[in-house]
């Protein structure tokens, strides 16, 4: 009867050694939202792109990657959004002149089904969060004609 036992016992082993792993490798992850991924973690600006009136010599209209032109003491600012709706801005290693503080508290809010990004008042368009990069658009609020100038700023973690 043992020897009965102990072969039910080892049957059992095998068989939950060979399909419990596959049971529990279901992915039933439910994709973050725009929130949970803004808030994972602090941003650090990594591109800033203007599209609009830069013209080339031929006459055609070209992009023109502004984020070489920034200064340093910008290009390491940190960025964390918490999500009760509140964000932080801390100055980086290098401050810029005329700086008063290291922090700058400001609010934060997603509008129009977390297309708009609202800071500071502003609106940033066109929202595109993933686990790693933060990207929105800054519209030009002086263009006028027919050439909306923008501005697309990246963001990493």
Not at 67 to 94: H, R
Request: hydrophobic fraction near 35%.
């Amino acid at each position: 009867m043992k020897i009965k036992s102990v072969r039910q016992y080892c049957l059992l082993f095998i068989l939950a050694t060979i399909f419990v792993p596959v049971a529990c490798n279901k992915n039933h992850d439910t994709p973050k939202t725009k929130t949970a991924l803004l808030t994972a973690g602090p941003w650090i600006m990594t591109g800033e792109m203007f599209h609009g009136d830069t013209f080339t010599t031929d006459g055609s209209i070209a992009d023109r990657n502004l984020f070489p032109l920034e200064s340093a003491c910008v290009k390491d600012d940190i960025t964390t959004f918490y999500t009760n709706g509140t964000a932080q801005k801390y100055a980086g290693a290098i401050v810029c002149p005329g700086t008063t503080g290291l922090f700058y508290d400001f609010k934060w809010e997603f509008r129009e089904n977390e297309s708009i990004l609202n800071c500071w008042g502003y609106n940033f368009y066109n929202v595109e969060v993933t686990e790693t990069s933060l990207k929105y658009v800054i519209r030009d609020p002086y263009a006028t004609g027919s050439t909306i100038n923008t501005i697309t700023v990246t963001f990493s973690h």
